[in-house]
């Protein structure tokens, strides 16, 4: 399997010196475990180093840009802006998933478009540009794809309270959630549901859990609450 790396170096607008460092931040430990004869590494040491320089410039930049925002509303929104959920949605703006290395069994069931595999592949890839070109260069990186339309990313973790708050604010209107399937092996379930206003569906969400499920459903309710407005 030999995937064109070139191509997601355009996309995140940084060329390696070390190749091996960004072939290693994707490499899932499902495709090293079945290469190790070859001296195969996963990227579970780059996603750790990746995780603390992700958090390091998410708090800096929440200090100097959120001047009035109190420590404690500074750690719930990089709490958002970090999470499994928003960073997959980040590794989607690159196409990420195409360029990770699964074993077999995570190829078969769909493991690569999974949000625990890609984000965690874009940790490690913050971990490898860091390592790769320092500070400056994993700073240029998250300022691009992760801490970029925080609005949103906002509203994506806090969908549930703010949509309860919208529905609040009209008289007589009932919100509820539904599971519609669960589905998958016990170690991989994936779970959707509906958000539903006034008897009608409003959204959908697919998550790993029942409460990131209802999460995703919120948010895409709030969306579509937005165009009819």
Do not use: W
């Not at 195969?40 to 929440?62: P, Y």
């Amino acid at each position: 399997m030999n995937l064109d790396y070139s191509l997601l170096e355009q996309k995140i607008h940084y060329e390696f010196h070390r190749k091996e460092l960004l072939v290693n931040a994707l490499t899932h430990t499902s495709y090293a475990n079945e290469h190790k004869y070859r001296g195969v590494k996963d990227n579970e040491r780059l996603e750790f180093l990746g995780d603390a320089v992700l958090e390091l410039i998410s708090s800096e930049f929440l200090y100097l840009t959120m001047e009035e925002m109190s420590e404690g509303d500074m750690s719930k929104l990089r709490a958002g802006l970090v999470c499994e959920p928003t960073l997959a949605l980040d590794a989607k703006e690159m196409n990420l998933s195409d360029f990770i290395y699964v074993g077999n069994g995570e190829e078969h069931s769909g493991g690569r478009y999974r949000d625990s595999i890609v984000s965690d592949a874009l940790e490690s890839l913050i971990g490898a540009i860091f390592l790769d070109g320092g500070i400056e260069a994993a700073k240029d990186f998250v300022y691009r794809f992760v801490l970029n339309d925080i609005e949103t990313k906002k509203m994506f973790y806090d969908s549930k309270t703010i949509l309860q708050e919208r529905v609040n604010s009209v008289k007589n209107r009932t919100l509820s959630y539904q599971i519609l399937r669960e589905s998958g092996p016990e170690h991989a379930k994936e779970f959707e549901a509906a958000a539903i206003l006034d008897g009608e569906i409003v959204g959908k969400g697919i998550g790993r859990n029942k409460k990131e499920a209802e999460q995703r459903a919120a948010f895409c309710a709030l969306k579509t609450l937005d165009k009819r407005n």
